[in-house]
């Protein structure tokens, strides 16, 4: 048999060398592969909560990852979901997240009606404060029913009241032609005597100047971005009609196909960007009403006696029907807000 030399030697353990990298290659690049999530948001681009708080969250996960976990945000509904469907787009893992927007998910998940019912709540950290309170009754059995992951919960801005010519006082809406955009509001409006009218959120601008409506509810970073000061006089503020808390989710499948070191990273983030957001709820509605005064519209704050009357109006013709639908577990939940906020 005749012996190696030197040179044959060392073509033998390159040659090996070569082949053991060839090997570990595609080994080491499925374990480097990028993940990326799709994000499927309600709200549109312009809006503030995408460009200070959503956007800037993605960009930490990726920039903490090491680019390793990037999440591609699509707003105004990008992805194709309808605003109803974002529960059933999570469970049937058609998105990896989502922002649910409670006011448009209420058919899907009833009791979720809690948040969004008129005058229940007077600011953002009330809502916080009472969604907590029923944690173990609404966010557990979310989670469960709809296979998904809550990151985080954030109250947006007050809903407020517009109206096309000049009111002074909030009994100056009966009889108008108010916008709603969900049935708990609806209730309200006509049992204030005012009419109902479903405007989409999009048509709001277009409803107001062209007189389809004389009134209408929404928020303040809607109606400042979308210039309502050209097409409306007034609005009246401080009634707690609705806060639309917005609950970020994760598909429960995406969620545990994630390696736990980025489910790690989007808890501590959540921790961070969750309260940033009702921070940013609450400094939103003074901004825009600071805009709205120096576009020549009239902010009128309710006065304790209107804030009580409207309360009285939801507590009687709102609330109960809430409760008659919901049961025990929609009595308990009234109940159990009412208790927390009861310093209030």
């Given at each position: 048999m005749r012996k190696?030399?030197?040179?044959?030697?060392?073509?033998?353990?390159?040659?090996?060398?070569?082949?053991t990298i060839l090997i570990a290659v595609p080994a080491a690049s499925a374990v480097a592969k990028e993940i990326v999530w799709r994000w499927d948001i309600q709200i549109p681009a312009t809006h503030v909560y995408v460009k200070?708080?959503?956007i800037p969250f993605t960009e930490e996960v990726s920039a903490r990852s090491g680019g390793a976990f990037k999440i591609a945000t699509f707003p105004s509904s990008g992805t194709g979901l309808k605003p109803s469907t974002q529960l059933r787009g999570l469970k049937n893992n058609m998105i990896d997240m989502s922002?649910?927007?409670?006011?448009?998910?209420?058919g899907d998940e009833p009791l979720l009606s809690i948040v969004s019912l008129p005058c229940l709540f007077h600011n953002q950290q009330e809502v916080a404060k009472g969604l907590k309170s029923v944690e173990d009754i609404l966010?557990?059995?979310?989670?469960?029913?709809?296979?998904?992951k809550i990151l985080w919960i954030s109250p947006i801005d007050e809903q407020i009241i517009f109206t096309v010519k000049p009111i002074t006082k909030l009994a100056d809406i009966k009889n108008k032609k108010t916008r709603t955009y969900q049935r708990w509001l609806e209730l309200w409006v006509n049992a204030m005597g005012a009419r109902s009218v479903n405007v989409p959120y999009?048509?709001?601008?277009?409803?107001?100047?062209?007189n389809l409506i004389d009134a209408g509810i929404t928020g303040s970073a809607t109606a400042g971005p979308m210039k309502f000061y050209e097409v409306v006089s007034t609005t009246l503020v401080d009634l707690g009609l609705d806060f639309i808390p917005f609950f970020i989710c994760a598909s429960g499948k995406s969620w545990r196909e994630l390696p736990k070191e980025h489910q790690d990273l989007l808890m501590e983030?959540?921790?961070?960007?969750?309260?940033?957001?009702?921070?940013?709820a609450a400094a939103v509605q003074g901004k825009y009403y600071e805009e709205f005064k120096s576009k020549g519209m009239t902010i009128i704050r309710a006065t304790a006696e209107e804030k009580k009357h409207a309360r009285?109006?939801?507590?009687?013709?709102?609330?109960?029907?809430?409760?008659?639908?919901?049961?025990a577990a929609g009595a308990q939940m009234i109940?159990?807000?009412?208790?927390?906020?009861a310093a209030r």
């Open positions: 190696s030399t030197g040179k044959e030697s060392l073509i033998f353990k390159t040659a090996v060398l070569l082949i200070e708080i959503y922002e649910v927007n409670t006011g448009w998910n209420t966010v557990k059995d979310l989670e469960q029913k709809w296979d998904m999009g048509e709001q601008y277009s409803a107001f100047q062209r983030l959540a921790k961070k960007y969750g309260p940033q957001q009702i921070v940013k009285e109006v939801a507590k009687e013709n709102v609330w109960p029907v809430f409760v008659k639908e919901q049961g109940e159990r807000v009412q208790k927390a906020l």
